[in-house]
């Protein structure tokens, strides 16, 4: 990631204007029911998902991160909803194996399917850090989702022209031109990532059909979680970066076969996002992943392994690319209006009603209470110049200075996420970049729920960040040396 070059600011005291009111208040009397924007369960944290829609409900397996220190880990769990705002937690579905020799002493990553006949059949990766091979491919089927039936003897390993060691995360879609199964399958050949594609008649018995698709972004890397998926008649491959930017990108085709195109934006998040893989509903395309949290759950830290799911609305555009837009669903849940009167104002800001008018002396702000549980924040922002630095920040410190803060660089083109209060010398953890030059309105949606905050751009793109400290903390625009507005903040709950 690049370094900021702008010209350091001196951050210094101003002179604050106390107002009244409260973002997190609500009409008296009133009572609303908590929406799960990033939901987690009280036994674990989410990891890998693997979204399979049936029947009107989205069924998300994932992988369980119980964090308890036993010699097996990872088992599936599985999550329910129809509306991305309520959702039911039936628990640990497939466990791992029992004893440290099985091969699925961990679980990995892979996918359900239903087969002609409705029966369901889950693919996902066996490992085990003392065994050679440590991964392998195995199946198991159910009749309702819940209950599974391992079947040991469909069990596979990858052959020579892969690695042993890195073979793993199955996905499978039937192909009905061909009248048979592929299954995607993460691994390694000739010292590059590459997803082979194996092909079936049965669901038990595979064959190797060679190479479908190999790193073109010149690192090597292990491209995880992949999906194949037909949308609107426009194919789309996906999958996750495992270095160095462990993000999900995409590429498109006209054919199950590829070739796969790169589109000029190939991402939908930045690196808060991970392990997204899409589903649709047959109306609707979602790219379903996990917001990590922090090592030592500290704000200040890097990512960790798992966390809370984020699930991203997708819509297409007339090309076939895609971009990431607010959940309708979601949005609709939080729609009740909270007076956002503000805490503090700079003194320079000129204030009308819920806009706000910034005129570039230094650093100036307009602080708001605390979200509610689940909150949503919706601002248009205009007359912006092409050097400035603007944001969205939580956890103020003594001197009224964002901690976690959402950067607008229009200089460099990125909308940023510093977990610092250090914007000029130190590095952004997260970023999208996006073309702020063009000086166009920006219509921000901010999702804000159980430690996790997400903002949408223009419908355009998302950048989903960890912020321990959005809970409970204070939040604000700002300006630095920004002569920019802010016009109709509304908060919703």
């Not at 607010?326 to 609709?332: C, G, H, S």
Request: hydrophobic share 35%; proline share 3%; charged share 25%.
């Amino acid at each position: 990631m690049k370094r900021i070059r702008t010209a350091v600011l001196v951050i210094s005291l101003f002179l604050l204007c106390a107002c009244k009111g409260s973002a997190a208040s609500q009409q008296e009397g009133e009572e609303h029911e908590a929406v799960s924007v990033f939901p987690k369960t009280e036994a674990a944290w989410i990891g890998d998902t693997m979204p399979f829609y049936d029947d009107g409900t989205m069924y998300i397996f994932y992988l369980a991160d119980q964090r308890d220190g036993k010699v097996g880990y990872h088992p599936w769990g599985l999550l329910r909803t129809k509306d991305y705002c309520n959702y039911e937690n039936d628990g640990i579905v497939l466990p791992y194996g029992e004893t440290g020799d099985d091969q699925d002493i961990a679980l990995g990553t892979g996918c359900v399917i239903k087969d002609q006949n409705g029966l369901y059949h889950a693919f996902f990766t066996g490992h085990n850090d003392y065994r050679d091979p440590k991964e392998a491919i195995m199946h198991a089927t159910s009749s309702d989702m819940h209950d599974w039936k391992k079947i040991p003897e469909d069990t596979f390993i990858a052959n020579d022209h892969y690695s042993r060691d890195d073979f793993r995360d199955p996905y499978v879609l039937y192909i009905p031109e061909e009248q048979q199964y592929w299954m995607l399958i993460v691994t390694r050949s000739n010292n590059n990532g590459v997803i082979a594609r194996y092909t079936s008649k049965d669901l038990s018995h595979w064959e190797d059909q060679g190479i479908f698709f190999e790193d073109d972004m010149g690192y090597g890397t292990n491209m995880e979680c992949p999906t194949l998926i037909q949308f609107n008649n426009t194919w789309y491959l996906t999958f996750s970066d495992q270095w160095p930017d462990r993000v999900v990108h995409y590429r498109t085709s006209n054919s199950a076969k590829g070739p796969f195109v790169k589109p000029a934006s190939d991402t939908f998040d930045g690196s808060g996002f991970y392990a997204g893989r899409l589903e649709t509903d047959g109306t609707n395309l979602y790219a379903v992943g996990w917001n990590g949290t922090k090592i030592k759950h500290d704000d200040a830290n890097e990512y960790d392994w798992a966390g809370n799911m984020v699930v991203h609305q997708l819509a297409q555009r007339e090309d076939g690319s895609l971009h990431a837009v607010e959940n309708e669903k979601v949005a609709a849940a939080l729609s009740h209006n909270v007076h956002a009167e503000p805490l503090k104002m700079s003194e320079t800001i000129s204030a009308k009603k819920n806009s706000y008018e910034f005129k570039g002396d230094q650093y100036e702000l307009v602080q708001f209470d605390e979200f509610s549980d689940s909150g949503r924040m919706e601002v248009e922002i205009t007359d912006y110049a092409d050097d400035e630095m603007f944001g969205i920040a939580f956890a103020p410190d003594m001197d009224n200075v964002g901690t976690l803060n959402y950067v607008f660089n229009v200089k460099e083109n990125k909308i940023e996420f510093y977990n610092t209060d250090r914007l000029m010398d130190s590095y952004a953890q997260s970023f999208m970049e996006y073309d702020l030059q063009k000086g166009e309105p920006l219509h921000i949606s901010m999702y804000v729920n159980d430690g996790v905050v997400c903002v949408y751009v223009n419908d355009d793109i998302a950048l989903t960040a960890r912020m321990y400290w959005s809970a409970g903390t204070k939040w604000q625009i700002f300006g630095a040396n920004a002569d920019v507005k802010w016009n109709n903040l509304t908060v919703y709950d």
